[in-house]
């Protein structure tokens, strides 16, 4: 999360979804952040930023990978967030984690801090995500990396139950037109890391299986995460119909022993800086 213009509401969105993010029985932010840790190649020793750290999917895989000889520090905007994952960094004694407030859109550290930077499912959540993917590339030593996890295909039932939920917001705050997406697939992907001086090495997808109990079980989920930037807007006495609506919507995710399982694929980027320029060698000599 970052500060700034219309990044406001969405601290507040997170903050608000703190006690409960990633902590409704739901296997999503966690998967997802073990395999940008595993994409990554953290190894012993290493000094590791997570941007954007939320309840720490990415940061304890993190902490397992570089073990005690290494640093990593955990940074998000919502201090709801920052104290709730501190907290469980002191229960698991890992001292060599350090989480704090911090803008995802600009880290305030020395150039070269890191060996790695990782930023799970947060980069498209910032106000310019170009800016932040420089300030990435400028936070890395030569040889560092940078991980990233964007969206790559939505269970089309989970995009059927937004739209559908999207039809009871009120009339004067319609569902915002999608914006150009500078990590729509692998040529995108591409184009924006270069724009932001970094070299992509690799692009792969990984897909989770997410399991629900009913739809009151994933409208639980949906106000525990960024869904609740949508679900706050609509009406209290159009709630229950919204439910309704999304359940109806939900009925091709519906397993046949019960329950809803929506399938979530996310593509994991890695890339490395630009090589500082040379120097540019002249003939001209003077006196």
Known sequence: MSSGGRSNGTVEVFEQAATSYDR?????????????????GIRPGERVLDVGCGRGAVLFPAAQATGPTGQVTGIDLAPAMVALTAEEVTRAGLTHVDVRVGDAQQPDFPEGSFDAVLAGLVVFLLPDPGHALRAYARLLQPAGRLAVSTFAAQDPAFVAALDALAGHLPADRPRPAPAADPFADDVA???TMAAAGLTVTAISEHRVDSRFRDVDHWMEWMWSHGGRALLRHIPADRLDAA??????ALEPARRPGGGLTLTTAVRVTVATPHPAAEPQETSERHP
């Open 24 to 40: 409704t029985g739901v296997s999503f932010f966690g998967p997802f952040g073990a395999e940008l840790v595993r994409r990554a």
């Open 189 to 191: 992907i591409t184009a």
């Open 243 to 248: 439910t309704t609506d999304a359940a109806r």
